[in-house]
């Protein structure tokens, strides 16, 4: 018995002609089922178009145009007065056939944008693959963005795909490694994909940064494009290149420059409105460049409305520091990592006359030669003293940084080296600290810490954390005592009783206990 061709059953007949959005076969043959996560059990996610409640006005007229258009074809003339309520039931015979005409061309650039910007920024991504328009109008929200290909930059592409952003990061491009060698290094500031040759110079080749000239040509290219353009990552630049940026991108603020010498930074003088300043111009294992006494007097004599500055594996001296100093008179927080400086820099942070908070990260050595206690000086304004997985076993360089910092108000130390109790013993310079916070001080015992602690007569915070060889029970009633009146108490030296406390009532670390018990047969 043959069957009829307009027959459901069919296999010559097309599911999707007659679907709607109520049919039974709707969902069946097109998979519209939402992910696991966002379907909670005990509730269905079918819904139709009439099933969904319209509250704002524009949009229940965007609907009832719709409606319009699809009741009456070209050459009827639709009725002057809208209803009060869209019908939606006409929209559940709407053909789903992928040429059927785009109803969200209805809406405005302006409508549209406005929808998107509610979005998560998770689903820009997927919005944007739906149309070209959808393209076009989801890299107009776009403000941040990091570049991986340097052909990306130099076609144009980006400027047509992304035309509003105000924040570009181009290091990923500027550097030409292997993407399938599978071996991705990570140092401190920078992650690059590297292959197993390794030369003096490090894993990076001279070849594998583009030259200076192709980063310039891009730089001059991002200055015509985003002249609104505020934080810019590069690598690699020249002064040509950044003197381009300084006459084009008056808004620029914030600046990040990789492998950068010192008379690529006479081309940021130009950039009255700059801020935040960070310099990396020695990464081991990656480059080599060297920032030193020149390149920060050009940087100082240029930007004189710096209000941070990061100096990352670069060098200099007392020069240099002086100058910044001197220049930058707005410099509130001054950070050096991993710093090359030579003796006696130390003194120079005497001369920055409203410098807040100083941070030293990953420095082998604080100031090798810091000179005679009465030439230091001492900076006034300083608030914050922060010293992160540095080496502090030399005492007359720990001495000079609290003599230059003896006004300072909070003091924090993580992860340093060498903090035995008599380096430690010297923070009791600065006695008119409020806060103290002490975290991977492995070295540091409760007699160094109650000789700083007693001295602070001032002190209303105390945090100690992860530092081994201070026991709870050496806690004398002195100190007990002078716990009581703080305002804030950390209090976590062990972190083997740390991770016993935090185990407590769970049953683990029994030997089994509530997890593992014999069955009864």
């Given amino acids: 018995m043959s069957r009829s061709p307009e027959s459901p059953n069919s296999p010559k007949t097309n599911p999707s002609a007659n679907l709607s959005p109520n049919s039974d076969h709707y969902h069946e043959n097109l998979d519209l089922k939402p992910p696991p996560s966002l379907n909670p059990k005990g509730r269905s996610t079918a819904q139709s178009l009439s099933d969904i409640g319209f509250k704002d006005q524009a949009l229940k007229h965007v609907f009832y145009k719709m409606q319009q258009q699809f009741q009456h074809p070209p050459g009827n003339t639709p009725s002057p007065s809208p209803p009060s309520e869209p019908d939606l039931t006409s929209f559940q015979s709407l053909s789903l056939d992928p040429t059927a005409p785009d109803h969200t061309s209805l809406l405005s650039d302006e409508l549209l944008l406005r929808i998107f910007s509610k979005l998560p920024i998770s689903q820009h991504v997927s919005n944007s693959l739906v149309c070209k328009r959808w393209l076009y109008l989801s890299g107009r929200l776009v403000q941040s963005l990091k570049v991986t290909d340097w052909s990306f930059i130099i076609s144009g592409r980006v400027f047509n795909r992304f035309p509003y952003l105000t924040d570009l990061d181009l290091v990923r491009s500027g550097i030409r490694t292997p993407r399938s060698s599978g071996i991705l290094m990570t140092h401190k500031t920078m992650t690059v994909h590297v292959d197993t040759d390794f030369t003096p110079n490090g894993f990076l080749q001279e070849r594998a940064l583009l030259p200076s000239n192709s980063v310039d040509q891009g730089l001059k290219m991002i200055a015509e494009k985003y002249p609104t353009l505020q934080r810019l990552v590069a690598i690699g630049a020249s002064e040509e290149g950044l003197l381009r940026i300084a006459e084009e991108c008056s808004t620029l603020q914030e600046l990040e420059l990789y492998c950068c010498g010192d008379m690529a930074l006479k081309g940021i003088s130009g950039i009255k409105n ?248």
Avoid at 332 to 354: I, K, T, V
Avoid at 487 to 513: I, V
């Fill in 274 to 521: 700059l801020q935040v300043v960070k310099l990396i111009g020695f990464i081991d294992g990656f480059y080599n460049s060297i920032v030193s006494d020149i390149g920060l007097t050009l940087l100082a004599q240029g930007c004189r409305r710096l209000v941070k500055l990061e100096l990352c594996g670069c060098e200099g001296s007392y020069d240099g520091i002086k100058a910044i100093g001197q220049c930058c008179q707005m410099l509130e927080e001054l950070s050096l990592r991993d710093h090359r400086m030579d003796g006696g820099w130390l003194a120079g942070l005497s001369f920055c006359g409203n410098l807040k908070t100083l941070r030293l990260k990953s420095c082998k050595s604080i100031d090798s030669s810091p000179g005679a206690d009465e030439h230091l000086g001492s900076c006034l304004t300083l608030e914050e003293l922060h010293l992160q997985r540095c080496q502090i076993r030399d005492k007359q360089s720990f001495k000079a940084l609290c003599l230059v910092c003896e006004n300072v108000r909070d003091i924090v130390l993580q992860n340093c080296w060498g903090l035995e109790d008599d380096v430690f013993s010297i923070a009791s310079i600065c006695r008119r600290v409020t806060l103290l916070s002490l975290e991977g001080c492995s070295l540091l015992t409760l007699k160094g810490l109650e000789s700083v602690v007693l001295s602070c007569k001032e002190l209303q915070r105390l945090r100690v954390m992860s530092c081994n060889n201070i026991k709870d029970t050496e806690v004398t009633p002195e100190l007990a005592t002078l716990f009581s009146t703080l305002k804030e108490l950390k209090w976590r030296p062990d972190s083997r009783s740390l991770l016993s406390s935090n185990l407590a009532g769970t049953g683990m670390g029994k030997k089994g206990g509530r997890f593992f018990k014999r069955s009864k047969d």
